[in-house]
């Protein structure tokens, strides 16, 4: 489960660059709410392209790893907004709940669905041939046959 923590934190770095293009770009021209929006589903579309990237890249074993791996980086996730929310900046704990707030707009909550469930769908979805990659077929044998 190492790797995966480690691809968490090329995340951030994805995370940081589309609040930079937010700023610098739609955030000018749009009301706060609108560009939260369009950039949570920028984000989405591109953390959830590396995300496929990284479960091509390592495969997980199952199902049930590639869900830890969606609950791991939930986790992680969360932690690091509560931490830069509440010890960083100083906000207080309803201005931080608030950014979790679908009846107000704010769409995070859904961002945080995906990251959580990306790594079980990509899973799911990988090719046939990656079926065999991390399990032993049965249609090997230690025995060939002539």
């Known amino acids: 489960m190492l790797r995966y923590v480690l691809a968490w934190f090329p995340m951030l770095i994805l995370a940081v660059a589309n609040g930079a293009l937010r700023q610098a770009t739609f955030a000018k021209t749009m009301p706060e709410l609108r560009a939260h929006q369009l950039s949570t589903l920028i984000g989405a579309l591109v953390i ?28 992680l996730t969360v932690a690091l907004e509560f931490f830069m929310g509440l010890v960083l900046a100083k906000r207080p704990l309803a201005q931080v709940f608030g950014d979790y707030n679908v009846l107000a707009g704010r769409v995070w909550v859904f961002f945080l669905i995906w990251l959580t469930l990306a ?13 065999s990659r991390n399990t032993y077929s049965s249609t090997h044998s230690a025995h060939p046959t002539a």
């Open 48 to 75: 959830g392209a590396f995300i496929w990237f990284v479960i091509r890249r390592w495969p997980p074993s199952s199902s049930r790893q590639a869900s830890m791996i969606g609950v791991l980086w939930l986790v």
């Open 119 to 131: 790594p079980w769908v990509f899973y799911r979805l990988r090719p046939a041939s990656y079926h």
